[in-house]
């Protein structure tokens, strides 16, 4: 796809200086730019490469008036980065601006879905799915039975959605992510043995959640397994039965969530963190990567560790921590010379 500056000019208001029908096919940082890309400038650091950028478009802020020789035209506008990512949102929605249903790939005959529906190849709609408007479903995904889709939601290639799953409007889910398989329910036996527990409840995703690939959520054992809306989801993520996460809450790589904890909203939490089953996570609460959370936290706090616990102190704990082995050897020669004293006086 080719656009002109003076196109690009028109989508973000702005005002182009040098030639306006210059065309561009690619993005590109300034530093590595070449003929036919765009690219933009917002941070003073990189101002001497508006100077020697090869790129043919560059956006920058309207207060910038070069002090020599550009070779690049430039599209000025009030803020640079925030119309760099309107345009990278613009070209997302253009890029992905795929209709129509593919063959081979199954619709069952019961579904039902609304206008500009893509289907990829390879993918299976079960019976009493329900589909909203401009839905974007990639090859290889799976949807089982009587799941709830709503508008404007992309899967990504081999998603897969588990029966009774509902999804809010403005969904991503990403390549390999897995809604709505079972719980990790097993009842011990007296022979040491485990019996399944059925797990028949399900998922509910509401608006505006992004989930990262591979990333896994548990149906229900009964009830519902809740995302709320604006949650972000980072890749390889596990999420267990019946937890509940807070809207707004954010969760990087590698994180597990054990069954029937409730997190709170506007939460942020670091990667590779594991938190035990049956906790409540209060609002705004800041977890450090790679921390182990064993207890219930209030709003607001900060932890750190495993077991975590209060960020200021342990990152004062952690100090003391790489000092042991000279205070250790401080200690040690404190006794020798307590012993000698005593040695002395005993003489």
């Known amino acids: 796809m080719k656009f002109t500056a003076e196109q690009i000019a028109g989508i973000l208001a702005g005002e182009v200086v040098g030639n306006p029908m210059v065309e561009v096919f690619r993005l590109s940082k300034i530093e590595e730019g070449a003929a036919g890309s765009l690219t933009f400038l917002s941070n003073p650091k990189y101002l001497n490469y508006i100077y020697t950028t090869q790129a043919s478009v560059t956006i920058v802020n309207d207060t910038f008036f070069p002090e020599n020789a550009v070779h690049t035209t430039l599209i000025k506008v009030p803020d640079a980065y925030a119309a760099f990512s309107k345009l990278l949102?613009?070209?997302?929605?253009?890029?992905?601006?795929?209709?129509?249903?593919?063959?081979?790939?199954?619709?069952?005959?019961?579904?039902?879905?609304?206008?500009?529906?893509?289907?990829?190849?390879?993918?299976?709609?079960?019976?009493?799915?329900?589909?909203?408007?401009?839905?974007?479903?990639?090859?290889?995904?799976?949807?089982?039975?009587?799941?709830?889709?709503?508008?404007?939601?992309?899967?990504?290639?081999?998603?897969?959605?588990?029966?009774?799953?509902?999804?809010?409007n403005n969904c991503v889910i990403h390549s390999g992510s897995v809604v709505g398989s079972d719980g990790f329910g097993f009842a011990p036996n007296p022979d040491g043995t485990y019996t399944k527990i059925p797990q028949i409840g399900n998922v509910i995703i509401e608006d505006n959640v992004d989930i990262g690939s591979c990333t896994t959520i548990d149906r229900a054992t009964m009830g519902s397994t809740i995302i709320r809306q604006g949650v972000k989801l980072d890749n390889q993520i596990q999420i267990a039965h019946n937890v509940e996460i807070g809207e707004n809450t954010v969760i990087a790589a590698q994180t597990g969530i054990a069954g029937s904890t409730k997190i709170g909203k506007n939460g942020m939490i670091g990667g590779q963190v594991g938190i035990s089953g049956h906790l409540t996570i209060g609002n705004n609460v800041r977890i450090q990567a790679q921390s182990g959370v064993g207890r219930n936290i209030k709003d607001n706090e900060i932890i750190q560790g495993s077991p975590a616990f209060g960020y200021n102190d342990f990152s004062k704990s952690f100090i003391h921590f790489k000092n042991l082995p000279k205070l250790v050897t401080e200690i040690t020669e404190l006794k020798k010379q307590i012993l000698n004293q005593k040695n002395g006086n005993n003489g």
């Open 89 to 168: 949102e613009f070209y997302n929605e253009v890029k992905n601006n795929k209709s129509g249903i593919e063959q081979p790939s199954f619709l069952s005959a019961t579904v039902q879905y609304g206008e500009n529906l893509y289907l990829g190849s390879f993918s299976y709609i079960g019976e009493n799915v329900i589909i909203g408007n401009n839905v974007k479903i990639y090859p290889n995904c799976f949807v089982g039975d009587n799941v709830v889709i709503g508008d404007n939601v992309t899967f990504f290639a081999g998603a897969k959605i588990y029966s009774e799953s509902i999804i809010g």
